[in-house]
């Protein structure tokens, strides 16, 4: 038992087990809203939603982004993360150009160039 004047080395690495608990699980919950994100947008993409798909997949690269820089992933996921997140903010960069010509044109589907 120690004394009630002691430092408690235990509650130190509790607590910083626990902080570490508490951020993993908001880095898990930040892929999880990318994940939900950008399959939200690749519904309002096919059901010609655009305004909204591309809203949605800007803010679904976000969160992707945050959950490379800060989550403790290997390589292999980190590269996997960053493949999709070209190709959702290719897609989101077509989208961008059909709604600044207007709404005359249909947008470029995906794989086609202009």
Request: with cysteine; glycine share 4%; aromatic share 10%.
């Amino acid at each position: 038992m120690q004394h009630k004047n002691a430092p408690c080395v235990y509650a130190g690495h509790k607590v910083k087990t626990i902080f570490n608990i508490i951020w993993s699980n908001f880095i898990t919950i930040s892929l999880q809203k990318a994940i939900d994100l950008v399959t939200r947008a690749t519904e309002e993409d096919k059901n010609k939603n655009y305004e909204e798909a591309l809203r949605l997949y800007e803010h679904g690269v976000e969160y992707f982004l945050h959950a490379i820089k800060y989550e403790a992933q290997g390589d292999r996921a980190k590269e996997s993360i960053r493949t999709k997140c070209i190709q959702y903010l290719d897609r989101a960069e077509k989208l961008k150009e059909f709604l600044k010509k207007g709404k005359t044109k249909k947008p470029i589907k995906d794989g086609e160039t202009k």
